[in-house]
């Protein structure tokens, strides 16, 4: 083994140590009616932020205000970033976690991939392993109710997620669509896949995820289709004293599950028919300064 190799096993197992301390402080958490207002907050200054896109003759998709990062995800790769300087955001007794990220798929329609958000029942096999479960509640013209069943494994935890979503698709024309997508109800799981298997109340839990909301916008162009997410999303806060040491972690796991998501997402394109799906491979993610996006 190298002293690279070897400097990186250390690394890993600082991180995971650090993790699973914070997570072994988590076992008992309460949503906050003061983390649970700034979350309100903070979405609804987030929606006036989507209708004034949506309205805007141009500009559509962030990356537009930057060309080089639209280069580089025009050629394929996957760009993620923060939505904003001080990211994740501290607010009374808990954190928002806010990232916008960014995939190109050559010849890909907003039909090809509509077809496969909507295809709920197969979460499970297009998002795993991360998605466990997944079911129809019900399909309308322009809102579907669905749940899903997350863990996630890059956290030292038998905790996974039971949430209700609602998903509201808005198309502009005939090359621009977003949809809005926001958790209805998040309850944890203990024990997971255990004989102890048992569902925790509301907003009581480890405070991993206490909300979840997101942005997808989807633009047809010339030769592709560009996917642009913001995903958002509220957790309790982390010890003072292990924030140095866990921050990172959890930076780099929200960063992550958004690159995996579009990944995945691209993948399916790419399976059911939308070939290639992107022009270079294997996937990347780039991440960017914030105030290069917004």
């Known amino acids: 083994m190298s002293a690279g190799d070897r400097k990186d096993v250390r690394v890993t197992a600082a991180c995971i140590v650090g993790l699973g301390v914070a ?10 009616p003061e983390a649970a207002k700034a979350w309100e907050d903070y979405v609804e ?20 205000a ?38 190109f798929l050559v010849n890909a329609t907003i039909k090809d991939v509509v077809e496969i958000v909507r295809d709920y029942p197969k979460y499970s096999e297009v998002y795993a392993p991360h998605v466990l479960e997944s079911k129809v509640i019900s399909i309308g013209e322009t809102v579907d109710l669905f749940s899903v069943v ?19 698709f808005v198309r502009l024309d005939s090359r621009r669509m977003y949809s809005i997508t926001q958790a209805k109800r998040i309850q944890e799981i203990g024990d997971y896949g255990t004989a102890k298997q048992h569902m925790l109340p509301e907003g009581e839990g480890t405070g991993l995820i206490w909300r979840l909301y997101s942005v997808s916008r989807f633009e047809e162009r ?4 560009y996917i642009e997410t913001e995903a958002m999303a509220l957790s ?10 866990v921050e990172p972690i959890v930076r780099r796991v929200s960063r992550e599950a958004l690159e995996t ?11 059911f028919g939308a070939a290639p799906a992107v022009r270079a491979a294997p996937f990347q993610f780039v991440l960017l300064p914030a105030q290069t996006v917004r």
């Open 261 to 271: 998501a579009l990944r995945q997402t691209a993948n399916a394109a790419h399976a």
């Open 150 to 168: 997350l863990m996630n494994r890059s956290v030292l935890s038998k905790t996974a997620l039971d949430c209700d979503y609602e998903t509201t």
């Open 45 to 64: 200054s987030a929606s006036g932020g989507i209708q004034e896109r949506a309205n805007a003759p141009a500009g559509f998709l962030q990356i537009d």
């Open 222 to 225: 010339e030769d592709g289709l």
């Open 236 to 245: 309790r806060d982390i010890p003072s004293a292990l924030r140095l040491v």
């Open 23 to 32: 997570l072994s402080v988590a076992q008992a958490a309460s949503l906050k």
């Open 66 to 103: 930057t060309p080089a990062v639209a280069a580089k995800v025009h050629r394929g790769q996957i760009v993620v970033s923060p939505a904003a300087a001080n990211i994740p955001k501290k607010v009374p007794y808990g954190l928002i976690h806010d990232w916008i990220g960014t995939a």
